[in-house]
């Protein structure tokens, strides 16, 4: 049997590896945890999209020097800014297609960030005139041809119901049929 001081020791050991396991499961269930687990797995994704869409040198600073380099100071930021272009062109080894994709992308953006010009909004403004002038008469077609479609949705409907109807009749015979072939050599 043990000691009470042995018993003591066991159980301030069992406390301390309880109060750790405690802290551990405490930081991982987090929310800033659970929201630095999720950020880094989508950096790490979007890390790997990049390399297989522009391919990736053997250069490790890459574009992320720069990016450390523009969360170190804000001189550094204007060096990384301007090097990027030529970071971006030594890496661009792999698809010149998907490199092009992406510029794309970037470009549609930075477009849609800008504000619409007069010409633009004038554009816009006639676009819409039309498109509502187009829109009274289709909707008048759509509805004329639903008025014409009607009665023949509506035949085909009667149809199906007759069918229907007609199939359970003859369903019904033919089990009262069956039935009374079963029955008559039993009551004999």
Known sequence: MSSPEEI????????????GNVDRLADKVSPSAVVGRQVDKVKGRGT?????VMGSSDDSSGLRGAGDSVGSAAG????????????????AQGNPFGVGLVAFGIGLVLGSLAP???????????????ARQL???????????????????????EEVRSS??????TTTEQ???????VQAPLQS
């Open 76 to 91: 550094s930021a204007k060096d990384a800014a301007t090097g990027a272009p030529q970071k971006v062109k030594q890496q």
């Open 175 to 181: 089990a009262k049929s069956a039935k009374e072939d």
């Open 135 to 157: 829109a009274e008469p289709a909707k008048q077609l759509g509805q004329d041809m639903a008025e014409q479609l009607k009665p023949a949705v509506q035949g085909a409907v």
């Open 8 to 19: 003591q020791a066991q159980i301030e050991q069992t406390r301390n590896e309880l109060s």
């Open 164 to 169: 229907a109807q007609d199939a359970a009749n």
């Open 116 to 130: 619409a010009s007069e010409a633009e909004q004038q554009l816009a403004a006639a676009a819409e005139g039309k």
């Open 48 to 52: 790997a999209l990049k390399e297989r």
